[in-house]
Nanobody, 124 residues
Framework: VQLQASGGGLVQAGGSLRLTCESA?????????MGWHRQAPGKARELVARISSGGVTNYLDSVKGRFTISRDNARNTVYLQMNSLKPEDTAVYYCEADSTTFLHDGTIVQERHWGQGTLVTVSS
C-alpha cells in the first residue's frame, strides 16, 4: 500500500485548507481505518483525526468543530478539511492507513502505512 498526501501550504489564520491522501493497494489488500497525524517542530506526532471504514470518526479535542475528516472508499482516499486555522495548527501532516492483506497461503497480514507528509503553515 502506498499513500500520497497533498494539499498543504501557507495560509493566514482563519483560512482553510483541504488535505488529500490517495492510497494505492493490490487486489489482495483491504484498506481499513485511515487518519491524519501531525508533528510540529520540537513536538511529538499526534493523532488529528481518524475515520473507520464504516465512517466512524474521532478527533483531537483542539480541532473539533474546525476540522472534518472524510473518505471515499471506492477510491481509498481520505480527506481532511481544515477551517478556521490557527498558528498552532502549523505542522507537517501525515496520512496513515491500516490494511489487511490476504496472502495465497492463507496468511493474513495487518499493517499500518504512512504517507510522506505535507507541510501546513498558518501565519498570524
Amino acid at each position: 500500500v502506498q499513500l500520497q498526501a497533498s494539499g498543504g501550504g501557507l495560509v493566514q489564520a482563519g483560512g482553510s485548507l483541504r488535505l488529500t491522501c490517495e492510497s494505492a493497494s493490490g487486489s489482495t489488500s483491504r484498506i481499513n481505518g485511515m487518519g491524519w497525524h501531525r508533528q510540529a517542530p520540537g513536538k511529538a506526532r499526534e493523532l488529528v483525526a481518524r475515520i473507520s471504514s464504516g465512517g466512524v470518526t474521532n478527533y483531537l479535542d483542539s480541532v473539533k468543530g474546525r476540522f472534518t475528516i472524510s473518505r471515499d472508499n471506492a477510491r481509498n482516499t481520505v480527506y481532511l478539511q481544515m477551517n478556521s486555522l490557527k498558528p498552532e495548527d502549523t505542522a507537517v501532516y501525515y496520512c496513515e492507513a491500516d490494511s489487511t492483506t490476504f496472502l495465497h497461503d492463507g496468511t493474513i497480514v495487518q499493517e499500518r502505512h504512512w504517507g510522506q507528509g505535507t507541510l501546513v503553515t498558518v501565519s498570524s
